[in-house]
């Protein structure tokens, strides 16, 4: 199995250049989520969705925006990438249910460096 | 606000010690404390979860403390490893919120020296 799956790995921008990272998911999840990792900072809650078509903000939404209009994919944009934005992604997908075995599973990162 | 807050933010432990990593958090409406484990270059991997109607739960050489009323958590690793050296985070979300996101700590980097 998949899993999680992560694309591009790695990914250098110039300031004011905006890409796309995609997350895709082969385990039927409902849930998708992106976090953004920096040192010192633990994993922080950009955007997720509970479900296809549904989006909504997290902790640190501003300068990204998100789609899923395929509930295996989820995407994460940024418009005009800024060097505050240098970090490493996570996409997190997990399923329905509070059972203790819900867990959430992560993909291996996107490292993406804005110069 | 850091909901979650974790220490220390390193720790280094001999071969066959000990390694504890402590957790507390503010919302009380946090049900769900599950702790990560992430080594260079991958994404955390869920290590053991507990939830907050059990004081203690053990998983191999790794247990989850839990004290509801001060509202603290933590990990013990057992008979620590080499193997075991990685980041920790510990993370904590309200089941029934419709969104299960997770608030994590800032992690520990473990470094198990032989």
């Known amino acids: 199995n998949a899993g999680v799956t992560q694309t591009p790995k790695f990914r250098v921008l110039k300031t004011g250049q905006s890409m796309t990272l995609l997350c895709a998911q082969d385990?039927?999840?409902?849930?998708m989520y992106w976090y953004r990792q920096d040192p010192g900072m633990g994993l922080r809650l950009i955007h997720y969705?509970?479900?296809?078509?549904?989006?909504a903000k997290g902790e640190v939404p501003d300068g990204y925006n998100v789609s899923r209009l395929k509930k295996q994919n989820f995407l994460l944009g940024l418009e005009s990438a800024a060097p505050s934005q240098t970090s490493v992604y996570f996409c997190?997908?997990?399923?329905?249910?509070?059972?203790?075995?819900?867990?959430?599973?992560f993909g291996q990162g996107t490292r993406l460096t804005v110069v | 606000q850091q909901q979650v807050k974790q220490s220390p933010q390193s720790l280094i432990v001999q071969k066959g010690g000990i390694s504890i990593i402590n957790c507390a958090y503010e919302?009380?409406?946090?049900?769900?404390f599950p702790w990560y484990q992430q080594f260079p270059g991958k994404g955390p991997a869920l290590l053991i979860a507990?939830?907050?109607?059990?004081s203690e739960k053990k998983e191999g050489r790794f247990t989850i403390s839990f004290n509801k009323s001060a509202k603290q958590f933590s990990l013990h690793i057992m008979d620590s490893q080499p193997g075991d050296s990685a980041t920790y985070f510990c993370?904590?979300?309200?089941?029934?919120?419709?969104?299960?996101?997770?608030?994590f700590g800032k992690g520990t980097k473990l470094s198990v020296i032989p």
């Open positions: 993370a904590a979300s309200i089941r029934g919120a419709g969104s299960y996101q997770l608030t």
């Open positions: 997190a997908s997990r399923p329905l249910g509070q059972g203790m075995n819900t867990e959430a599973f």
């Open positions: 969705s509970v479900g296809e078509g549904t989006t």
């Open positions: 385990m039927n999840h409902e849930y």
């Open positions: 919302n009380t409406a946090f049900d769900y």
């Open positions: 507990i939830r907050p109607d059990v």
